[in-house]
C-alpha cells in the first residue's frame, strides 16, 4: 500500500493584524501549522516585539526565515537601487524565493489572512504544490471580526498602530503613506533617516531614486512640507468619517489607507509583507 503523502500547514506572519489574528483563529483548529516570518532584518522594532507576543499566545515557536541573507545583500546585488512598487525585488528575494525554498517540493496548504471585506490581491506563490486558502474570506470574517480575536486572545493589535503606522513591512517600504514617514520621523528618527542614507544615485544610470513616490526624504522632512501632510490627512479622515458615521474609528483609519494609496499609486502593496 502507497504510503499516505504528508501535507504541510503554513502561515507566513508578516507582523500585521491579519496574519496574527489568522495564526489565533486557526491554533487549535490546525494543530500541525507551522508558523513562520521572512525576516528582512530591517524590521520596525515593535513588529519584531509583535512576533514575540504572538509566539508565546501561540505555544510555538517562529521559524525566521533569512537568518543570515537580509536586505543590504540583495541591495548591494541589485548595484545599489531601492525597490519600488515597479521593482519590487525585495519582495521576490526576501519574502517569496524564502517562502518557496522553505516550502520545497512537498505538499503545502499556506493559510491567507484575507478578510471577506476585501478585494484586493498580491504577490502569493504559485507554485503547483503550494495551495492558497483563505479562511477569513470562506468564514466570513471582517475587520470587525480581526479586531475582537485580537482583543480577547490578549495578543492586541500591532503596537506600531499605537503611534499611527498601518502596515507591517520594512521601516522604509516604499507603500507607506506620506503620513506614515512623518510618523516614522517623529517616532523613530534614527530609522528615518538610515531609510533617507538609501536616497543616492543610482550608479549605473545616476538616477535618483526616492522611497516615497515624487519626493525625497529630504524634501519631505521640511517643516512646512510636514504640517502639509498632517492637515491634507486630517481633512482625509474627517470627509471619510462623515460619510460613514456608524463605522468604528479603525474601519475609518483602514479606508483612508485604501483611499491614500489608491491616490499615491494604482499598485497595490504585497499580501506576502502586509497582511
Not at 2 to 30: C, P, Q
Not at 160 to 177: A, L, V
Not at 190 to 207: I, R, S, V
Not at 249 to 271: H, I, K, M, P, S
Request: proline share 4%; with cysteine.
Amino acid at each position: 500500500m502507497a504510503e499516505e503523502k504528508r501535507v504541510r500547514h503554513i502561515l507566513s506572519l508578516s507582523g500585521g493584524k491579519d496574519s496574527a489574528a489568522l495564526a489565533i483563529y486557526l491554533r487549535d483548529r490546525v494543530p500541525e501549522m507551522e508558523y513562520i516570518f521572512s525576516d528582512t532584518q530591517k524590521e520596525l522594532p515593535e513588529t519584531y516585539e509583535y512576533l514575540d507576543r504572538i509566539s508565546s499566545y501561540l505555544g510555538q515557536s517562529v521559524v525566521r526565515l533569512n537568518a543570515d541573507v537580509g536586505f543590504d545583500h540583495w541591495y548591494e546585488m541589485y548595484g545599489g537601487m531601492i525597490p519600488s512598487n515597479h521593482r519590487r525585488w525585495c519582495t521576490r528575494a526576501l519574502k517569496l524565493k524564502p517562502f518557496e525554498q522553505y516550502c520545497g517540493d512537498q505538499e503545502v496548504v499556506n493559510y491567507v489572512g484575507l478578510r471577506a471585506d476585501e478585494d484586493r490581491t498580491g504577490y502569493i506563490s504559485h507554485k503547483p504544490n503550494i495551495k492558497a486558502v483563505y479562511p477569513f474570506r470562506e468564514d466570513g470574517l471582517v475587520l470587525r471580526d480581526i479586531e475582537e480575536i485580537l482583543r480577547t486572545s490578549g495578543v492586541g493589535m500591532p503596537p506600531y498602530t499605537n503611534w499611527g503606522r498601518t502596515r507591517s513591512g520594512c521601516y522604509f517600504c516604499f507603500y507607506q503613506q506620506k503620513i506614515e514617514w512623518v510618523r516614522l520621523k517623529e517616532t523613530h528618527p534614527d530609522l528615518y533617516e538610515k531609510a533617507k542614507a538609501y536616497e543616492k544615485p543610482f550608479e549605473k544610470t545616476g538616477n535618483f531614486f526616492t522611497w516615497s513616490q515624487g519626493e525625497s526624504l529630504a524634501e519631505l522632512e521640511r517643516p512646512m512640507r510636514i504640517e502639509q501632510i498632517k492637515r491634507e490627512h486630517v481633512i482625509r479622515i474627517e470627509r471619510l468619517a462623515a460619510r460613514k458615521e456608524n463605522a468604528t474609528l479603525a474601519e475609518v483609519f483602514a479606508e483612508a489607507d485604501r483611499t491614500q494609496e489608491l491616490d499615491e499609486d494604482e499598485d497595490q502593496g504585497c499580501l506576502v509583507c502586509q497582511l
